[in-house]
């Protein structure tokens, strides 16, 4: 028997099954607590297992909205989510489940080991965090919250998801894509009525290659705009969002969402997240403004935002004499996951095979992860862009490796989905750079989630791992695209099989920092954004006059008065980033520390790398991040190591 769940989802019988799963899980919870001398072993474990599978039963359902998105999968999954999440809160309210998770805390303390430790310490925060020590009418109003709060965010995706694909923009005039490359004219061209016609779309692939080198800057224009106003119908769910956590934070005793969000995280507290950012804004004002200035040059008149790709990647030829449409018949992708693996099997000595098996997509594929020919783990991979897929790139962990209640050992799996230039019988899918290093962070996430070796599912791979230290793995990962050694791992001309140049390698790897203050700029915008926004009740016009006095000190070019980024910020109002999107840059000063360090010891051989392998992907959440770190390095952070992998002085 396989060792790894059949992906399929019954659409037909999902919510009876879900009821019935639901209902006997209730009823176990019920013969559990009946139990006279409580242990981890008698009603811990089984009561994480119980969790575990309810899991994968349900991870298949929201995967295949995203990637595959129906009206029937929509209607669905959203019956679903209001019964998922009554049961989730009632049980994280349990207040009989959380004083027996605290005696028998007290009870065996001195007998259970760090993993089982840590899995009844974050349960007893997650618990108190839920409200479970509140009175009768306090959960109530809790749990009416979280249901409203789970409907809401798929709402704000999914009218996100149907405005982007509510929108097209064709051209004829050829003189509209004079100069674009090859691959994206191709992607663009169609015909109609014996006229040869381009598409434009803001879906990623072909709303990034209009906006980088499409020469009209009326359609650019017209693009930008479409792309900052889309789904304007969120504006209303960012106010009940916005409403429904500060209400929550206030039953629970914090004095905003930022605060409650800061106790399961490894930050101490608002004011060292809010240093954090601005040190980093004052450190990287300077070099962006005299990077605007590098790039106003190129243009003949005051840069607009619609314009600053454009004449970006203008600067970049000419100051790098770099062409990214050259790169891109060296990342064909099939290639570039090859590489990649191979790249993780000389890194850390993991090996992949192919799985044959149907999955929700003809294009997605699946591997059997190997360590020294012991399977370990099993990754899906669905790359390329489509209209029934949402934006982005993410990766999702669906089998967490464990122990059952039985003593068996559970291996574990996960998806990586990306949205990639597709590839068709005539044209193959050639990657950006940049797509490059997205492949790579995703990776880092999903061998966090499938290496570890922890035997407690709660704080297996990314399970219980504080979120903003969740980053670490993917950003560590992803900074390896640049390295001239790993880039000749896979880095081949599709059609004639010729390796890179070195001569290319060393322009990427120069050109690598373009811009690079500049985009620190923005990330920390949306960081300061999101941050503040939850520090205080913020309603209508009022998030916009935070994101505009933000952009006071973060925007260098005036942003149009009509672009309303914030009902697109899918990240905090439709993920789990709400008062944690500095996370990225929190993380990434561990990332840079680890990563400077393997590249000194020459990363293949290295004994960091060796180290990393062990303590953190093994670790996955069994400690703090911030034990690991010190475990690895031998000392704490250093985040200078942050602006040097950035390049800014």
């Known amino acids: 028997m396989s060792k790894f769940l059949e992906f399929r989802v019954d659409l037909d019988n999902f919510i009876n099954d879900l009821n019935n799963k639901l209902r006997t899980n209730n009823q176990k919870i019920q013969e559990l607590l009946k139990i006279e001398g409580k242990t981890y072993a008698n009603f811990v474990k089984p009561l994480q297992m119980l969790e575990e599978r309810l899991e994968m039963f349900f991870t298949p359902l929201s995967h295949l909205n995203s990637v595959n998105n129906s009206d029937e999968t929509q209607k669905i999954y959203a019956e679903s989510l209001p019964i998922i999440t009554e049961y989730s809160t009632k049980l994280s309210q349990n207040l009989d489940i959380y004083n027996a998770y605290k005696e028998i805390q007290k009870d065996e303390a001195d007998s259970l080991n760090f993993e089982q430790n840590r899995v009844l310490e974050l349960n007893i925060l997650h618990f108190e965090l839920s409200g ?33 694909n509510a929108y097209e923009y064709v051209t004829e005039n050829e003189e509209d894509v004079e100069g674009m490359p090859k ?11 014996g006229v040869t016609k381009y598409k434009f779309t803001l ?9 980088t080198y499409g020469k009209n800057e009326k359609i650019r224009e017209d693009l930008y705009k479409a792309y900052v106003t889309r789904a304007p119908e969120n504006a209303a769910i960012i106010d009940e969002l916005l409403s429904l956590k500060n209400e929550m934070s206030k039953i629970l005793g914090f004095d905003n969402y930022a605060e409650y969000s800061l106790a399961s995280k490894m930050a101490k507290d608002t004011a060292s997240v809010e240093d954090f950012l601005q040190t980093l804004v004052t450190k990287s004002k300077h070099q962006a403004q005299e990077e605007l200035k590098e790039v106003q040059k190129m243009a003949p008149a005051p840069l607009q935002s619609f314009d600053t790709a454009y004449y970006s990647e203008i600067l970049k030829k000419a100051k790098y004499d770099i062409d990214e449409e050259l790169y891109r018949p060296y990342f064909e992708q099939t290639s570039v996951v090859n590489g990649m693996f191979e790249f993780l099997n000389k890194l850390v000595g993991i090996s992949f095979k192919k799985v044959d098996e149907k999955l929700w997509d003809e294009k997605a594929t699946s591997y059997d992860i190997f360590i020294d020919n012991e399977l370990k783990a099993r990754i899906y991979i669905d790359l390329e862009a489509r209209k029934s897929k949402r934006g982005g790139a993410w990766m999702h962990n669906w089998q967490a490796h464990c122990k059952d209640e039985n003593g068996n050992i559970q291996l574990a799996s996960a998806f990586i ?18 797509d490059v290093v997205t492949l790579f962070h995703e990776m880092g996430h999903a061998v966090h989630h499938l290496l570890s070796t922890v035997h407690e599912n709660e704080v297996s791979g990314v399970n219980g791992v504080e979120w903003d230290a969740v980053e670490f793995p993917s950003q560590f990962l992803e900074n390896f695209a640049y390295e001239p050694k790993v880039l000749k791992l896979f880095a081949s001309h599709h059609e004639t099989g010729e390796v890179i140049p070195d001569e290319m390698i060393e322009k990427l790897v120069r050109a690598k920092n373009f811009l690079s203050a500049s985009g620190m700029l923005r990330q920390l915008e949306f960081s300061i954004f999101d941050f503040k926004l939850h520090t205080k009740l913020y309603q209508g016009d009022e998030v916009q006059e935070l994101l ?45 520390d680890a990563f400077f360090s393997v590249v000194d010891e020459g990363i293949f051989g290295s004994e960091t790398a060796k180290k990393y392998f ?3 992907l093994n670790g996955g959440g069994a400690k703090s991040m911030d034990d690991y770190f010190k475990e690895l390095m031998g000392r704490e952070p250093n985040p200078e190591n942050l602006l040097r992998l950035n390049g800014i002085k």
């Not at 879906?203 to 906006?211: K, L």
């Not at 000190?553 to 789990?576: R, S």
């Open 183 to 193: 691959s994206d004219l191709e992607s663009a061209k169609f015909e109609e009525d």
């Open 417 to 434: 989905v990306c949205n990639f230039p597709a590839s068709s019988e005539t044209q193959k899918s050639l990657l950006r750079h940049d």
């Open 548 to 592: 505009n006095e933000i952009r006071k000190d973060t925007a260098l070019i005036k942003t149009p008065e009509y672009n309303k980024f914030q009902n697109g910020f899918a990240h905090i109002f439709a993920g789990g980033y709400a008062a944690g999107y500095y996370s990225y840059k929190w993380a990434e000063v561990l990332s840079a």
């Open 614 to 616: 062990s303590i953190v």
């Open 203 to 211: 879906q990623m692939p072909s709303y990034i290659a209009y906006m």
């Open 132 to 164: 479970a020590h509140l009175d009768a009418v306090s959960k109530e109003r809790l749990q009416e919250i979280n249901i409203k709060k789970s409907e809401l965010s798929n709402n704000f995706s999914q009218n996100l998801l149907d405005a982007t």
